[in-house]
């Protein structure tokens, strides 16, 4: 089995495949100078249809964490804000000719998110503690939107 090592989810490591959703740098005061607004943090992308913001519920898994399943949508960005203050894992890989390359793994810290480019291949959603609840921004619309691709050989992200 092939094994990876998650990384801590900074913005210039995961530049490639999304956005990092957090309230870092630049900053504007609103609300009368008790809010401050981290304006624009991520590009949304569709191709057709429109955004939408719907709530995902899903199972959290452990580390170590095997998986071989890797999916991705062509026509539509798809941003992960976790409801919760646990860790989350992200998987990502990049294209090549149409196939995922070798899978990187990624450890959010509380209050982040992630945006993932149209078309960045990437794995299930995976929360790491109970419950797994996410406000995740994404395209609506008519048609397919995910291709699924599984890896020849289970990859393990070790713990």
């Known amino acids: 089995m092939r094994v990876i090592r998650p990384e801590p989810l900074t913005a210039a490591a995961f530049a490639p495949f999304g956005d990092v959703l957090e309230a870092t740098g630049d900053f504007r005061l609103i ?9 624009d943090r991520a590009r949304l992308d569709f191709h057709a249809g429109r955004a939408g913001i719907s709530i995902f519920d899903a199972e959290p898994r452990a580390l170590p964490y095997d998986f071989d399943l890797v999916e991705r949508h062509p026509d539509g960005s798809q941003a992960f804000l976790p409801m919760t203050a646990q860790p989350f894992l992200v998987i990502v890989a990049p294209d090549e000719g149409g196939v995922p390359g070798d899978p990187r793994a990624f450890l959010t810290a509380p209050g982040q998110g992630i945006n993932l480019h149209r078309g960045t291949w990437h794995g299930v959603l995976t929360p790491l503690a109970a419950p797994g609840l996410f406000a995740v921004v994404d395209r609506i619309g008519d048609g397919p939107n995910l291709e699924e691709y599984r890896y020849p050989a289970p990859w393990r992200v070790a713990g």
Do not use: F, M, P
């Open 31 to 39: 609300n009368e100078g008790l809010c401050r607004r981290h304006h």
